[in-house]
């Protein structure tokens, strides 16, 4: 299997080197390994540290900047980073009003976050958590206990990050990001397989007119492996599955991704958006805020993730607000 690297070892640490180079708005501590913006946190606003294994990018580390992320963690590739890194860039970006983890439902992440929020505590750091957990694909894994954390977390640390500027407090901005998780609902369908640096070989194996179902960003299985369809008979399974899940009437409005897993082309994610909008106007739901693209990705890995947010004006007013990241920008 073909990759742009140099040796399986040093990936994160050129990768970081990469994003040094190319984002001066951005600090990063090669050592700490914590991705922070340059401007810092301004007095007195609510930190927002998110992270987790490498080989998702843009998430995480390219959404901290103006209105989302104030810092992120990242791990080696599909491992969720340590309590010492959440530590250093929870200290780093405290700026006196409190810390909020964003985690995604991972054993490894909400273990490590949960002992990172222990160790600022004695260093009398206020931290708060948001969990996520919107796929419904599995209700557990052998990664999680409980649904796991997926496209959602954009929509978390977007929406929670806008609050956050506007000078919310720790328990508003802690509030928001729950609503949110609690609002939001993602299903992914891989059409191959993604290969990690370190194996050189694809995770499972999966026939050329074959798909997985419900898959996860690390390359879990999902609920199950059938012949490749359509794109409309790919957006019927998940929209089917979420709105299962999460019912949506007429008139609601919602966010929609469509999310590329990492080797999908665009023009395919647009044919997929297509399908979403033609399925969900026929519902009488409204999509009232789109993202199409490349956000949470699982390195190489064809296929599409969908997220469906029922939204309120709140969120949809603090969606509209400005954003300055590497990967999402808009308002400014």
Same mark, same amino acid.
């Given at each position: ?52 294994? +490498? ?19 990242? *791990?080696?590739?599909?491992? +969720? ?10 200290? %780093? ?11 995604? =439902? ?5 273990? =490590? ?33 409980? /649904? ?35 609002? +939001? ?17 694809? *995770? ?17 299985? *999902? /609920? ?34 469509? =999310? ?20 969900? %106007? ?11 693209? =490349?956000?949470?990705? +699982? ?21 509209? %607000? ?11």
């Amino acid at each position: 299997m073909k990759k742009l690297i140099n040796a399986p070892e040093a990936v994160l640490d050129d990768a970081l080197a990469g994003i040094a180079a190319a984002h001066r708005e951005l600090t990063v501590d090669a050592a700490a390994k914590v991705i922070a913006r340059a401007d810092g946190t301004r007095r007195e606003k609510v930190a927002l540290v998110s992270g987790g294994g +490498s080989g998702h990018e843009p998430l995480h580390g390219g959404f901290v900047g103006l209105g989302m992320l104030d810092a992120a963690c990242p *791990g080696e590739v599909f491992t +969720s980073p340590v309590p010492d890194q959440m530590l250093a860039a929870a200290q %780093a970006v405290d700026a006196g009003a409190g810390v909020l983890f964003i985690v995604k =439902n991972y054993t490894g992440d909400v273990l =490590n976050f949960q002992m990172a929020g222990e160790l600022a505590g004695e260093e009398d750091l206020t931290v708060e958590t948001v969990l996520v957990d919107d796929d419904v694909a599995v209700q557990d894994s052998s990664f999680t206990a409980g /649904r796991r954390g997926t496209g959602a977390t954009v929509f978390v640390e977007k929406i929670a990050g806008a609050l956050a500027e506007q000078g919310a407090d720790l328990a508003a901005v802690t509030e928001m990001g729950k609503r949110v998780n609690a609002a +939001s609902r993602s299903f992914a369908v891989a059409l191959t397989a993604c290969t990690t640096p370190a194996s050189g070989k694809p *995770g499972f194996d999966l026939a050329g007119d074959e798909m997985e179902v419900g898959v996860g960003i690390h390359g879990e299985p *999902g /609920r199950r492996r059938e012949k490749l369809r359509s794109a409309k008979e790919v957006v019927a399974i998940a929209l089917d599955a979420i709105l299962a899940d999460q019912p949506l009437t007429a008139e609601d409005r919602t966010i929609v991704m469509v =999310n590329g897993l990492g080797g999908t082309p665009l023009i395919e994610l647009y044919v997929v958006f297509k399908e979403v909008a033609a399925t969900l %106007a026929d519902k009488g739901v409204v999509i009232a805020r789109s993202l199409v693209g =490349n956000y949470v990705t +699982s390195l190489d890995m064809a296929g599409v993730s969908l997220t469906v947010c029922k939204a309120d004006a709140d969120m949809l007013a603090l969606w509209d %607000a400005p954003v300055n990241t590497p990967a999402l920008r808009w308002g400014i």
